[in-house]
């Protein structure tokens, strides 16, 4: 029989809508119905592609007599992480600091005032690798609470004070000399063998990869880190080298076996990544994937409404890697003797297999030396590969998310000229328009053109609006940048703290037991340093100076983590690259060949428009570049114009007539 999530719009809800678990959604309802009962609350937080979430699922979720305990003994409480950030940041925050680490499943012992008492992340049935069963947590938990429940909830209450006293430093001017510590700092943790940051398990560093690619344009230090990360990571079994598209991280330090899983906001700031990175050297390779990834959001995540699910599924059938590995036996199947054998050593396909069982993850270690033999094998191995069991897709759709697709989208479309690409960036724009904006406020998700419960929290606002500007940019549509002021207006509104800084939940939000707010870049860039990027491009495009002070005064207040951490900083450090450039506003009139040469700049953070605020009064036929409110000549010379927003030498030729021109 279903339980209380039955009539739940999250995916990840509804896979346990038949769990023997009396779950039910958050609310007061629950809260209200501890406090009746005197019972805790069990509170367990995943998304809807998380392999161990799925995991704890089968071997405890759906376990009757585990069920039974934890009926008989909490009110049991199921959140969607990517529907409720807001409750996920505040007690992941207690995980991290209980356990010293933090991830997903996140299960909390809390008191009928939400207060955490006790927490963790995955437990499995039994005992294994020193780890307690979740059974035996169960029982311990229900005991300490029966028998000494005064201590567990002034324990609860001491959390939420420590909570309450962290502080992310004093607040310290942007410089030069900071961001050039920035990058020291990320060279200094950097990978020089593999590429990429830290051990295994290895994330793409989409943020930081971004700042060294301001960095080095204002520098010319830091490039090396992204040339060499970027072909490795697409070189790797982390990205699909059949069909594009890039999953969430690799096991190893190698980038050769990944996390299954594909994320929608993984692959839009990598395709943004690569799209600068060919913009910064025009190297062929970079192009090819950001093709094939953007090419993977438009046909494996856009969605019926023209918007795009969060994320394909870890798993496939209960299994890890079902859809996409392969032996040698099974590429001589597909392809026969000497294409298939040709194949296990162009993709590092091995008797001994580098995944499970013998099988492998298909790797490009090397350029193919036939490039139409490679053609037409990959054209085979997908053919089959669609024959295969699919991950199923989570198709809700994330307001943040598809803010960060549409940015990515629309700079893809027009640098790579892939007008499809801004069409497809367009129509997402108006989905959120139409189904996510309440007319004053955010929804954060949506599903199958239902809105969701949701409140839009900050990260929702920030990125969208950057979407919105890139939109503008690309497409000269005012209505974009209309709604992305708006958007804005409400953040100034509604998430400032009055410090300079910003929560990430609305001043009339839900009450938790913290009101969240975090500067640290995880996945997705902060919520602060998204408002910052976004905050800073609308002035550059408008001449707003009360959008350019509110930028300079967030950055201000993570300027300490930039000193300290530029790892867990690069969306800050990024924009504060551009607030040191300028940036460059860049006005191009009626000159389609200025156009696109400005487009190919890579002055850190530069909005190049084609009207709007900063044209008025300009005469049409030249291109203006100014910075700071202090504006060059106008130019009609591309060489010019193309030193004045710095496009690389890669980019420039000389025809015969000796003007330099975008190619």
Known sequence: MPNRLASSTSPYLLQHRDNPVDWQEWGPEAFAEAERRGVPVLLSIGYAACHWCHVMAHES????????????????????????????????????????????????????KGQPFYCGTYWPPARRHGMPSFREVLESVASTWDTRRGEVEAAGAEVVQRLGR?????????????????????????????????????????????????????????????????????????????????????????????????????????????????????????????IETADFLLRDLRTAQGGFASALDADTQGQEGLTYTWTPEQLVDALGEDDGRWAAEQ???????????????????????????????????????????????????????????????????VLLDRPDYVQAADACADLLRDLHWTGTRLLRTSIDGRPGRGAGVLEDYADLAEGLLALHS?????????????????????????????????????????????????????????????????????????????????????????????????????????????????????????????????????VVVTGGPLAEGRPAGAAYVCRGFVCELPTQDADRLAEQVQVAPSHRRQPPGGQAVAP
Not at 480 to 494: G, I, K, P, W, Y
Request: charged share 20%.
């Open 61 to 112: 979720f759906e376990d009757e007599a585990t069920a039974a305990f934890m009926n008989e003994h909490f009110v049991n409480v199921k959140v969607d992480r990517e529907e409720r950030p807001d409750v996920d940041a505040v007690y992941m925050q207690v995980v991290q600091a209980m356990t010293g680490h933090g991830g997903w499943p996140m299960t909390s012992f809390l008191t009928a």
């Open 474 to 606: 690309a497409t000269g549509d005012p209505g974009r940048l209309d709604d992305a002021q708006h958007l804005l207006d409400v953040v100034l509104e509604h998430f400032a703290d009055g410090e300079g800084g910003f929560y990430d939940t609305a001043d009339d939000a839900e009450a938790l037991i913290q009101r969240p707010r975090d500067p640290t870049d995880g996945a997705t860039p902060s919520g602060l340093a998204a408002a910052a990027g976004a905050l800073l491009s609308c002035a550059a495009m408008t001449g707003s100076a009360r959008h350019r002070e509110a930028a300079e005064a967030a950055l201000t207040t993570v300027a300490p983590l930039l000193a300290r951490q530029a790892r867990f900083a690069g969306w800050s450090a990024a924009v504060a690259e551009a607030l040191v450039a300028g940036p460059a506003e860049v006005v191009v009139l009626d000159r389609p060949d200025l156009l696109a040469v400005a487009r190919l700049g890579t002055s850190p953070g530069a």
């Open 347 to 413: 993709f590092e396909v091995t008797p001994a297999g580098t995944f499970e069982h013998g099988s492998s993850v298909l790797q490009r270690l090397l350029e193919p030396g036939d490039p139409d033999r490679y053609a037409r094998v990959c054209d085979r191995l997908r053919e089959v590969r669609a024959q295969r069991p699919q991950p199923g897709r989570d198709d809700k759709v994330v307001t943040a998310w598809n803010g960060l697709a549409i940015a990515a989208l629309a700079e893809a479309g």
């Open 166 to 290: 962290r502080s992310s430093g004093t607040p310290a001017p942007i410089t030069p000399e900071l961001l050039d510590q920035a990058q020291a700092s990320l060279r200094s943790a950097y990978d020089g063998v593999h590429g990429g940051f830290g051990d295994a398990p290895k994330f793409p560093p989409s943020m930081a990869l971004e700042f060294l690619l301001r960095h080095s344009a204002r520098t010319g230090r830091g490039l090396d880190l992204v040339e060499h990360t970027c072909r490795a990571m697409a070189s790797g079994g982390m990205y699909d080298q059949l069909a594009g598209g890039f999953a969430r991280y690799a096991v190893d330090a190698q980038w050769v076996v990944p996390h299954f899983e594909k994320m929608l906001y993984d692959n839009a700031l990598l395709l943004r990544v690569y799209v600068h990175l060919w913009r910064a050297t025009g190297a062929a390779s970079a192009r090819r994937v950001a």
